[in-house]
């Protein structure tokens, strides 16, 4: 039995190995990140379609996020030295909060400044590359009964509507009967569906997407009728500009770029004596609790769990690997894991 969390997982590891960026190989690379979106909205599962050298170019950043103020900063400097006023357009908020996004991005090393007298000058480092493609935003049900299946469809019609992604999924788990389950529920025909098994790690597309309309205006669904005969409301929805919606999906870039989907260890609690990584096909590691006897959930692994104890310290000062704190040796395995998957400068 796979629990939701650790299926997501799988479906990470499977979309890192065998996802297909549309257009050229040569040209897009992809990486993957997981639980992210916006405040209405978050996906279990992202790919990031990436222009190959622009990926490359976005590494002189940092492999810290950029925030929407530090965006707007190194965005918008220019090649030659000027005052920030006259060369950034008007953020819309005060200008005070500028000139503190670009004493960070001074402190980051991602932005030249000098002073003029009291006034502050900036001259960009790098020019801030176009490196996200396509968004592609995967919702993981690895057991989707009629009613996950009705919340599903319900959320699944919200990204349709609003097209932040360019393509919205479902996965499931595989069943192998001749006509997968999934495809019997009413979700909405715009949503593909893969079939995976977690284990062998062998996904079959059961049902193509359809391209969504991420560059032009989406429509947010604010609130719907239930949908029985007592209630005759009509559905309230707002539209969202092109531009916000390209605001934020690089926002959500920026973060699954920080992030990764192997940050999973920093909810968890790697320090714990039953805490463990198990080795998967696929060569990836997945948390596994000794105590449980299964692969353990993040809301699971945390202080408040009834199990939980504290690693031996002897595990941290004697033997493998010596260096680090609690928790530290899976923590350092990990980051080694999700560096290789993101260009570094
Ligand atoms: S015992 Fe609890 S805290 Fe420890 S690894 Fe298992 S789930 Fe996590």
């Known amino acids: ?12 590891r499977w979309a890192e190995r065998e996802w297909e960026p549309a257009g050229s ?29 622009g990926l490359r170019e976005r590494a002189n950043f940092g492999p810290d ?11 918008n400097a220019p090649a030659e030295w000027g005052y920030y006023r006259d060369v950034l357009p008007h ?25 003029d007298g009291n006034r502050i000058q900036i001259r960009r480092k790098w020019t801030y590359p176009d490196w996200l493609e396509r968004i592609v935003a995967i919702e993981n049900k690895p057991d989707l009964d009629a009613s996950a299946a009705r ?8 990204d349709v509507a609003m097209a932040l992604a360019d393509e919205v999924w479902v ?20 949503a593909g569906v893969i079939a995976l098994d977690p284990e062998s790690l062998s996904g079959e597309i059961e049902w193509y ?6 560059n032009e205006p989406g429509t947010r669904i604010l609130e719907r009728p239930a949908g029985n005969d007592r209630d005759a409301s009509a559905a309230r929805f707002e539209y969202v500009d092109p531009q916000t919606k390209a605001d934020v999906r690089l926002e959500i870039a920026e973060r699954a770029y920080e992030r990764g989907w192997r940050s999973f260890l920093e909810t968890m609690r790697p320090d714990c004596r039953h805490f463990q990584l198990q080795s998967r096909e696929g060569n990836q590691l997945t948390p596994h609790c000794d105590a449980k006897g299964r692969c353990q ?3 699971e692994c945390s202080s408040s769990c009834p199990d939980v104890e504290p690693e031996p310290p002897v595990w941290r000062t004697n033997g493998w690997p010596i260096e680090g704190g609690p928790g530290k040796r899976y923590r350092q395995l990990l980051e080694d894991r999700r560096r290789r998957h993101r260009p570094e400068q």
């Open 91 to 115: 953020p819309g908020y005060p200008w005070r909060y500028v000139r503190e996004s670009i004493h960070r991005a001074d402190d980051r090393g991602i932005l030249e400044t000098r002073r």
């Open 151 to 158: 919340a599903l469809g319900g959320q699944l019609e919200y």
């Open 65 to 75: 996020r950029l925030d929407g103020n530090l965006l707007h900063v190194v965005r």
């Open 1 to 12: 039995m796979t629990s939701e969390f650790e299926f997501e997982l799988r479906t990470c």
């Open 209 to 214: 997407p359809r391209t969504l309309p991420a």
């Open 297 to 299: 959930t993040a809301a």
């Open 171 to 190: 996965a499931t788990r595989k069943t192998g009967d001749r006509v997968e389950p999934v495809l019997l529920e009413d979700l909405p025909i715009e």
């Open 25 to 53: 190989d040569a040209e897009r690379t992809v990486f993957v990140a997981r639980q992210l979106g916006t405040k209405r909205r978050r996906w279990d599962t992202l790919v990031l379609e990436c222009d190959r050298d």
